[in-house]
């Protein structure tokens, strides 16, 4: 049996014929593993996804079964990555699993198995959402092997409410309406459904309208109005989230005619709504989302809009009504069953080595880029080389771990890491100018000024390669030229408040600042000192300290934040530390 990975989603859309005959032959299959469900929330999936499917060694043959996953990247405190690997339906879907074709699953499942071990890097794999029915799963975990591999059933019950969402309530249907009510309600609540029904049915003030073309946007609206009005607090933060991810699938499967969303009115005031995803493959009706108005007391809203779609799935077919997860109380009344849902981990006791999936570097490379610039550096040289250690010519992360290292005074291995990234990139413009900063903080200014030379001649118009440049040729007394740069860097940015403050220093030094500005380019070098200092680059912010007591030695904060910074600086012993331009620079990733 063969594995393809899929995770493109063109590709993905190529093979809608193979997924949807498997889907329709597939008697466990179920609305959150259809076409339909993956092609609305695949798009919608911020983390790297991956679709296992399977097809037979022969030329030509179609695929017989698929499996969606997702990656999902975990950082812990001292900044080491994990990947976790998940159903790709958690979080929206309330079951997950994979479809094959009947008569391929001893073949499927231990090549699925093969693969997840052997080709994919992970530490924990969720099994959640699955339904125990889904006999296929558990098969596909015994066939997991391996010494330091655990596996733990986990249970999650909401103890405020009591709810157990690992219950998934459903009800078998009828062929006929008032079969159902006859033999699958209780007799109080079979008399209660049909005169609500009627009183709606035959008022002039309340009615249940659908959604269609016209008015699906403004059904959406309300019933998520409703849902927000009750569960906004608990659920925070994510409420908002949760909210446009609704809307988008909600939407999503009205255009590809699988959304059933009646809304109950009173006059032109909304009572209630629910949304159902409707399965026409498997026969079933799913309910997903309802909100209503809570400050109704005369009428259940939510009574007569399930029994009203209950009544519509009959007439049309359907042979499940689903209620989800969640064993509320109120799903009883209309008769519903249990089945368990499952949620199974596989653990691997000992990570594997210290590796990434390649897919996980992009958002790796983000969070550890964060922690550079929160300098919490440990942190951030954990992610550098993890990132590194999986793809070992990673362009950031070689200029990012370069940056670092001189930040550390490692000045040699810095050299190393940037001169790497030339070897991958040979015009790289961060490279050149890393290196700049790098000779230039070493006091190697004759190499500082052909990087940065090498900088501008690939890119005419880099502000601070003309304020870096200019700042190491004044450094060996080039005043001119260096003067020249720092014109250069301010006609292109007029704003550059660097390239203005060491202008004014170097025609101070040669005696060709106006007095009348020296109190005002003092102040300036005192601020710039300031943010030196907050950055924790003591050398450059001692510059800039001593520059403005030199241009007006009335600055008593100036000279007394030197003094302190001297200090500190004779006890810095073991590691120097960054200077601004590295903010800078860092900044470009």
């Keep these: 049996m063969l594995i393809d990975v899929i995770d493109d989603f063109e590709i993905f859309q190529d093979i809608k014929k193979d997924w949807d005959c498997v889907y329709q032959a597939d008697s466990q299959a179920q609305f959150f593993l259809s076409w339909i469900w993956f092609s609305g ?56 699993g994979f479809i094959c074709l009947p008569g391929y699953e001893e073949e499927v499942i231990p090549a699925f198995s093969a693969y997840i071990q052997q080709h994919l890097v992970w530490s924990n794999f969720n099994l959640q959402n699955i339904l125990e029915t889904d006999t296929r799963m558990l098969l596909l975990l015994r066939s997991f092997s391996g010494e330091n591999l655990r596996f733990i ?40 459904i049909r005169r609500l029904l009627r009183q709606v049915e035959n008022s002039d003030e309340f009615y249940i309208t659908h959604v269609n073309a016209e008015n699906v946007e403004s059904h959406i609206e309300i019933l998520l109005k409703f849902w927000k009005l009750k569960w906004s607090e608990k659920k925070g933060d994510q409420c908002e989230v949760i909210i446009a991810f ?49 400050t109704v ?43 368990r849902i499952q949620y199974f981990i596989a653990q691997y006791q000992d990570c594997q080595e210290n590796k990434l999936d390649v897919r996980t570097l992009a958002a790796a490379f983000e969070l550890t880029v964060e922690k550079h610039r929160a300098n919490e ?61 790098l000779y230039q903080t070493q006091g190697e200014l004759s190499k500082a000024i052909t990087a940065y030379n090498q900088v501008l001649t690939l890119q ?44 004014a220093n170097a025609l101070y030094a040669q005696g060709k600042l106006s007095k009348d500005k020296h109190a005002h380019y003092a102040a300036m070098n005192y601020d710039l000192a300031t943010k030196c200092q907050e950055l924790g680059d003591i050398k450059t912010a001692i510059v800039y300290y001593q520059q403005s007591i030199a241009m007006n030695p009335n600055l008593a904060e100036a000279q007394s934040n030197l003094n302190n910074l001297a200090l500190v600086l004779q006890a810095q012993t073991l590691h120097e530390t960054a200077s601004t331009c590295d903010q800078k620079a860092l900044s470009l990733t």
């Design 153 to 192: 059933n986990r249970h999650i019950e909401q103890e405020e409410d009591n709810i157990d969402n690992h219950i998934a309530p459903y009800v078998s249907l009828t062929d006929d309406w008032e079969q159902y009510l006859q033999n699958q309600v209780s007799a109080n609540t079979r008399q209660k």
């Design 41 to 96: 929330w695949l798009e919608m999936l911020t983390q790297p996804w991956l679709i296992l499917a399977a097809k037979p060694e022969i030329p030509g043959a179609s695929y017989v079964a698929f499996f969606p996953l997702k990656l999902v990247l975990i950082q812990k405190d001292e900044g080491e990555f994990d990947t976790e690997l998940w159903m790709a339906g958690s979080s929206m879907a309330d079951y997950t």
């Design 297 to 339: 007391k005369n009428l259940p809203p939510g009574l007569i809009l399930h029994a009203h779609a209950i009544r519509y799935a009959i007439q049309n077919g359907f042979k499940i009504y689903d209620f989800l997860r969640g064993n509320e109380q109120y799903k009883y009344y209309f008769g519903a069953k249990e089945r």
């Design 460 to 503: 005419p118009d880099a502000i601070a390669a003309y304020n870096n440049l200019g700042y190491s040729l004044q450094q060996q007394g080039q005043w001119e030229d260096a003067i020249a740069c720092y014109e250069k860097a301010l006609k292109l940015k007029p704003d550059c408040i660097e390239a203005e403050i060491n202008l």
């Design 246 to 294: 609704v809307r988008a699938i909600l939407l999503h499967c009205f255009e590809n005619n699988c959304l059933y969303l009646p809304v109950l009115w009173e006059g032109n005031r909304p009572l209630g709504a629910i949304a159902n995803l409707v399965d026409v493959t498997q026969k079933s009706m799913l309910f997903y989302i309802t909100g209503r108005d809570e």
């Design 377 to 437: 550096f440990s942190v951030a040289e954990q992610g550098y080389r993890q990132i590194l250690a999986t793809q070992s010519n990673h362009p950031e992360a070689l200029y990012g771990l370069g940056v670092l290292m001189r930040q550390k005074g490692e000045y040699h291995t810095a050299e190393n890491l940037l001169k790497s990234l030339l070897e991958v990139q040979p015009n790289s413009i961060k490279a050149l100018f890393g290196l700049g900063n």
